[in-house]
């Protein structure tokens, strides 16, 4: 359809065609995806990519390249006539990434908080943190893949501008916050844990509570309210404005915050191995694994990555960079934190070995009662067969006996008549 509605605009172009100024320009073509129009020479023309094709996101941009001669760009390979899709097929891939990630932590995650909830030994301040921090995860990366299959789909943006729709970027941006915050949290702790107070006793969670979860209400409604009455766009999903500093100004804050905890607990733990005496390769190697551990926790990766490159190819991989350290984050923290933990581990072994016990036990008391079952029926057996063949003996008997007096008899009663 598509392909007939291009050849019906290149014949009635041909019967009204108008020259530019210069006189040269690349004619109405069909490339076997979309149909271009008429373009300058000199010009690189756009427009989105075809929705037909599964692989394609219409949201994203093909280009076209119309050169100085008035002909059509060709792939500088194959020498043909070419049109760049190249940022179709990517930005699928960037969307299926974004996808795979937030599947994978939305499930690693969930196992994890089963694990820190299921084992009551693992109850304590730190792994209370832990749990915020994961739920705030979940949390965000399930409004994030509602978002983009509703609000930005393969389609584009929603047709509909209702209030569901603003609501719905409302909690993703509170979520957001609150999952920036919560790491927050956990530099908090860890900085007055190892800096601060050593040996302090336990800290008011209630602070951390309203931290994670309560201040990020505030900038999300004042981000809503001013959303709402200077640039209303529809949903809420345009970046071209400067109101989204409302919301990521505390992030930042928050992450540039996080970066010096991160230097001062490096820096406070350098100072203790050094108390030790170790060895200066091995000093730098801890050090060096405590700062890569603590990293994804803080969400630090962001603050070392903050500018686009705008080189291509360099752009390109700083976009699948960023796709695994934001999106897989979840992943990462659960992981690191959960998976690795050593008190997880050893928690987990020690209730695999008690369920192997309990299991083998099982079996043992199955066989011992199975046993216990053969032997009592073999005895059974036995006396049931020595029952019938001593009664057997006993009729035999009996008919033994009375078969001796009957011949006695007979052999007297033979001699009387004689």
Same mark, same amino acid.
């Given at each position: 359809?598509?392909?007939?509605?291009?050849?019906?605009?290149?014949?009635?172009?041909?019967?009204?065609?108008?020259?530019?100024?210069?006189?040269?320009?690349?004619?109405?073509?069909?490339?076997?995806?979309?149909?271009?129009?008429?373009?300058?020479?000199?010009?690189?023309?756009?427009?989105?990519?075809?929705?037909?094709?599964?692989?394609?996101?219409?949201?994203?941009?093909?280009?076209?390249?119309? !050169?100085?001669?008035?002909?059509?760009?060709?792939?500088?390979?194959?020498?043909?006539?070419?049109?760049?899709?190249?940022?179709?097929?990517?930005?699928?891939?960037?969307?299926?990434?974004?996808?795979?990630?937030?599947?994978?932590?939305?499930?690693?995650?969930?196992?994890?908080?089963?694990?820190?909830?299921?084992?009551?030994?693992?109850?304590?301040?730190?792994?209370?943190?832990?749990?915020?921090?994961?739920?705030?995860?979940?949390?965000?990366?399930?409004?994030?893949?509602?978002?983009?299959?509703?609000?930005?789909?393969?389609?584009?943006?929603?047709?509909?501008?209702?209030?569901?729709?603003?609501?719905?970027?409302?909690?993703?941006?509170?979520?957001?916050?609150?999952?920036?915050?919560?790491?927050?949290?956990?530099?908090?702790?860890?900085?007055?844990?190892?800096?601060?107070?050593?040996?302090?006793?336990?800290?008011?969670?209630?602070?951390?509570?309203?931290?994670?979860?309560?201040?990020?209400?505030?900038?999300?409604?004042?981000?809503?309210?001013?959303?709402?009455?200077?640039?209303?766009?529809?949903?809420?999903?345009?970046?071209?404005?400067?109101?989204?500093?409302?919301?990521?100004?505390?992030?930042?804050?928050?992450?540039?915050?996080?970066?010096?905890?991160?230097?001062?607990?490096?820096?406070?733990?350098?100072?203790?191995?050094?108390?030790?005496?170790?060895?200066?390769?091995?000093?730098?190697?801890?050090?060096?694994?405590? !700062?890569?551990?603590?990293?994804?926790?803080?969400?630090?990766?962001?603050?070392?990555?903050?500018?686009?490159?705008?080189?291509?190819?360099?752009?390109?991989?700083?976009?699948?960079?960023?796709?695994?350290?934001?999106?897989?984050?979840?992943?990462?923290?659960?992981?690191?934190?959960?998976?690795?933990?050593?008190?997880?581990?050893?928690?987990?072994?020690?209730?695999?070995?008690?369920?192997?016990?309990?299991?083998?036990?099982?079996?043992?008391?199955?066989?011992?009662?199975?046993?216990?079952?053969?032997?009592?029926?073999?005895? !059974?057996?036995?006396?049931?067969?020595?029952?019938?063949?001593?009664?057997?003996?006993?009729?035999?008997?009996?008919?033994?006996?009375?078969?001796?007096?009957?011949?006695?008899?007979?052999?007297?009663?033979?001699?009387?008549?004689?």
């Amino acid at each position: 359809m598509a392909q007939y509605e291009c050849f019906q605009r290149i014949v009635k172009k041909s019967h009204h065609k108008t020259k530019t100024i210069a006189g040269i320009e690349c004619n109405t073509t069909w490339d076997g995806w979309l149909c271009w129009d008429e373009t300058e020479a000199g010009v690189t023309t756009e427009q989105s990519c075809p929705e037909y094709y599964d692989d394609f996101d219409p949201h994203a941009m093909a280009s076209k390249v119309c !050169t100085e001669t008035g002909e059509w760009g060709r792939h500088p390979e194959s020498k043909r006539t070419w049109t760049n899709f190249t940022n179709c097929r990517a930005a699928m891939t960037h969307f299926y990434l974004v996808m795979i990630g937030h599947g994978l932590s939305v499930v690693s995650l969930l196992i994890s908080l089963g694990i820190f909830f299921h084992f009551k030994s693992l109850s304590c301040q730190r792994i209370t943190l832990h749990k915020n921090l994961f739920l705030s995860f979940v949390l965000n990366s399930i409004i994030t893949v509602v978002r983009l299959t509703t609000v930005v789909n393969k389609q584009g943006h929603s047709h509909n501008d209702s209030a569901s729709c603003k609501l719905l970027m409302f909690i993703h941006l509170y979520l957001l916050s609150c999952n920036y915050f919560w790491m927050l949290c956990e530099g908090i702790y860890l900085h007055t844990l190892i800096v601060v107070a050593v040996f302090a006793e336990k800290q008011h969670l209630m602070w951390y509570y309203l931290l994670g979860w309560g201040f990020p209400l505030v900038p999300a409604v004042i981000h809503s309210i001013a959303r709402h009455c200077y640039y209303n766009d529809k949903c809420w999903v345009s970046s071209n404005t400067s109101l989204l500093y409302i919301i990521h100004g505390p992030i930042c804050a928050a992450l540039v915050v996080n970066l010096f905890f991160l230097l001062n607990i490096v820096r406070v733990l350098i100072t203790k191995l050094r108390v030790t005496h170790q060895a200066e390769s091995s000093l730098y190697m801890r050090a060096v694994r405590a !700062t890569l551990i603590l990293i994804p926790l803080l969400g630090i990766q962001f603050v070392l990555l903050p500018y686009k490159p705008q080189d291509h190819w360099v752009f390109e991989v700083y976009l699948y960079i960023m796709d695994i350290l934001l999106h897989y984050q979840g992943l990462l923290v659960s992981t690191i934190f959960c998976f690795f933990n050593g008190e997880v581990q050893s928690v987990l072994r020690r209730h695999w070995n008690q369920q192997r016990m309990q299991f083998a036990g099982t079996f043992a008391n199955a066989d011992f009662f199975r046993s216990a079952s053969y032997v009592a029926s073999s005895l !059974t057996e036995v006396h049931r067969c020595y029952s019938i063949e001593s009664h057997t003996e006993h009729m035999n008997g009996k008919i033994f006996k009375g078969a001796v007096v009957g011949h006695k008899e007979d052999q007297m009663n033979q001699q009387t008549s004689l």
